[in-house]
């Protein structure tokens, strides 16, 4: 098979690993193709966005997860690159200017031990042997030994392990060859090798390692697990493991198997509900359980969670502007972390009034419900006498407001 082949193969078998975000994309310009190419894009650690080769170094997998469309009893081409491959095409691409960096995964080969040796030779050999300087991003192989993990992420700028099920109960029915101790016991190992090397490498003049942090991805209505169930996991897994991001990846139906749902849409607006509040989890200071519980364990489809949390809460408001401090202006709908910064900053200078507020790029349409300027509401209509009418509005019909 030549090279051509193998990276159709095997970069539209990458696709389904969320962690590059134009993963799956099939856009075609005049020149250029995304999907056939196997280039997406992420993020580096300081927020450039950067293409990527995204690969699996093979898709002859031996397990028969049941959502993968790489599993053993599918019958889809198969295709494996050798290490040189991987090495020889990142170069080229690398110095064509197609990329910046690789991303590569693969599916189990031989042993969990045999496929992470294969992954650490080739991101060895790039950096050692031709001393790449670009992104990589590389899966960790649940199941392979530790040391050989932690060596490979010397190489590495970002290491994920897909914990792919929120529940062993569900590991065990989908992906019955996964243990949860493989996939937990490398996200640990690395979360901890991570946090010491951020202490000690100011100190010490140490280099990095993994600089972009450990990821991982969750597919999301596979299973039974209630968005608590998967809110509190991501919550452990980013206070624990110092996680810097998880992906949820809403179940797309590939395979005919009577233990996952049938007949189902792919849950995107629960997937989109799910990184909202996971965002409030990781940048606005909320905690789980500030957004679900046993009683109430599904986020709203009809509000993101910050508009919900207020709802839930409105004897916090109205809060004042001028007055306020920066982790309570944050719990308001329609101001960001940048207008929220710009409030404290300029309010030193002046009271800021709505005008103001909406230059700084705040949504009043939203805020106006839940904020004051030096005491004074926005319009005539006291916010929360308007946002109780509106509310009750809602039994009848689905709210406009937000
Ligand atoms: S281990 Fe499971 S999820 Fe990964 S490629 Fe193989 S079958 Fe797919």
């Not at 109960?169 to 979360?191: C, M, V, Y």
């Not at 502007?321 to 308001?332: A, F, G, K, P, W």
């Not at 103001?356 to 300027?373: D, E, P, Q, S």
Request: charged share 25%; proline share 4%; net charge positive.
């Amino acid at each position: 098979m030549d090279i051509s082949e193998k990276l159709k193969i095997l970069s539209g078998a990458a696709k389904y690993d969320v962690s590059c975000s134009s993963s799956g994309s099939n856009r075609k310009g005049s020149f250029g193709d995304s999907s056939v190419s196997g280039i997406c894009h992420s993020w580096s650690e300081d927020g450039r966005c950067i293409s990527l080769l995204k690969i699996l170094f093979t898709n002859s997998c031996m397990y028969d997860c049941a959502y993968c469309h790489n599993r053993v009893s599918n019958d889809v081409p198969r295709a494996s690159f050798s290490v040189e491959e991987v090495v020889n095409l990142t170069i080229n691409f690398y110095k064509r200017n197609y990329i910046e960096g690789l991303f590569l995964s693969s599916g189990i080969i031989g042993s969990p031990n045999h496929t992470m040796e294969l992954l650490y030779l080739v991101v060895k050999k790039l950096r050692i042997e031709y001393g790449f300087g670009g992104y990589i991003h590389l899966k960790a192989i649940p199941g392979a030994d530790i040391g050989l993990i932690k060596s490979a992420a010397k190489y590495a700028d970002r290491m994920s392990v897909n914990i792919e099920l929120p529940s062993e109960a569900s590991l065990k029915l989908l992906a019955p060859q996964k243990k949860k101790e493989d996939i937990l016991a490398p996200l640990t190992s690395l979360g901890e090798e991570y946090s010491l090397n951020l202490e000690e490498k100011s100190r010490f003049k140490k280099d990095s390692f993994i600089p972009a942090g450990q990821s991982t991805q969750m597919i999301v209505g596979a299973s039974p697990e209630s968005d608590y169930q998967i809110l509190n996991l991501s919550e452990n897994m980013y206070k624990k493991m110092h996680l810097k991001r998880v992906y949820y990846s809403a179940y797309i139906p590939i395979n005919e198997d009577k233990r996952l749902p049938e007949h189902v849409n792919p849950p995107l607006l629960r997937e989109h509900r799910l990184y909202q509040a996971d965002w409030l989890l990781r940048f606005y200071g909320f905690s789980v359980s500030e957004i679900l519980n046993d009683s109430s364990p599904f986020l709203e489809k009809e509000y993101d969670p910050k508009v919900s949390w207020a709802l839930r809460n409105l004897d916090f408001f109205p809060i004042d502007i001028n007055r306020s401090d920066y982790e309570m202006l944050l719990r308001v709908p329609g101001i960001g972390i940048r207008s929220a910064l710009k409030i404290v900053q300029y309010r030193r200078q002046f009271p800021l009034n709505f005008e103001n507020l909406k230059k700084m790029g705040v949504a009043l349409k939203r805020a106006k419900y839940f904020i004051t300027c030096s005491g004074k509401l926005m319009g005539s209509i006291p916010a929360q006498t308007e946002l109780m009418r509106l509310l009750s509005e809602k039994k009848h019909k689905q709210l406009q407001l937000f």
